[in-house]
T-cell receptor, first 114, second 113 residues
Framework: DTAVSQTPKYLVTQMGNDKSIKCEQN?????MYWYKQDSKKFLKIMFS???????INETVPNRFSPKSPDKAHLNLHINSLELGDSAVYFCASSHRPGRGYGYTFGSGTRLTVV | KNEVEQSPQNLTAQEGEFITINCSYS?????LHWLQQHPGGGIVSLFMLSSGKKKHGRLIATINIQEKHSSLHITASHPRDSAVYICAVPPEYSGGGADGLTFGKGTHLIIQP
């Protein structure tokens, strides 16, 4: 029944490793997003993906790459993990950006790089 | 780029008090979102509003589009209302850039029994 589901919920890994976080939505939404929440709880957009169009926030390092096998999935792959990547990552979806459409968030993935 | 300012950043109140959290933004928008995040928890959408006022239980959200300002009120606050409250604005229909929400820095609310 979960509308936007992320896995895993917790991820602890060593520096330099490559890891992926999976996200799936069953709402039929057109657009999916990845957000990063830092230690001060501040949220920032990383990517949006709409109808196979990827829009990237220019501040995101190219070690981060979203992959969308279909409209219902947007996975986040991270190469060569660094200590500063430790954060909570939220997936979300909406029908369309802006124009008064609601957003639904996943429960978050807490990534700890040691 | 829309700048979103929230106040206060931190708020501690006693159970039963009336709570107000404010949010202002710099660029006109179609709608504004209020979100709630409990400690260690996910993000829940409380309201999306484009004009006037919305009410859900003890929560009331208002918006003044002309003044680019919104408020979230909690009546008869309860310890279970303790959470981070975040206002967010969507991208305007302009294309370009990552089309996600722009968030305020959040208000950490603690309601003491």
């Amino acid at each position: 029944d979960t509308a936007v589901s992320q896995t895993p919920k917790y991820l602890v890994t060593q520096m330099g490793n490559d890891k992926s976080i999976k996200c799936e939505q069953n709402l039929g939404h057109d657009t999916m997003y990845w957000y990063k929440q830092d230690s001060k709880k501040f949220l920032k957009i990383m990517f949006s993906y709409n109808n196979k169009e990827l829009i990237i926030n220019e501040t995101v390092p190219n070690r981060f790459s979203p992959k969308s096998p279909d409209k219902a999935h947007l996975n986040l792959h991270i190469n060569s993990l660094e200590l500063g990547d430790s954060a909570v990552y939220f997936c979300a979806s909406s029908h369309r950006p802006g124009r008064g459409y609601g957003y639904t968030f996943g429960s978050g993935t807490r990534l700890t790089v040691v | 780029k829309n700048e979103v300012e929230q106040s206060p950043q931190n708020l501690t109140a006693q159970e039963g008090e009336f709570i107000t959290i404010n949010c202002s933004y710099s660029v006109g928008i179609s709608a504004l979102h209020w979100l709630q995040q409990h400690p260690g928890g996910g993000i829940v959408s409380l309201f999306m509003l484009s004009s006037g006022k919305k009410k859900h239980g003890r929560l009331i959200a208002t918006i003044n589009i002309q003044e680019k300002h919104s408020s979230l009120h909690i009546t008869a606050s309860h310890p279970r209302d303790s959470a981070v409250y975040i206002c967010a604005v969507p991208p305007e229909y302009s294309g370009g850039g990552a089309d996600g929400l722009t968030f305020g820095k959040g208000t950490h609310l603690i309601i003491q029994p």
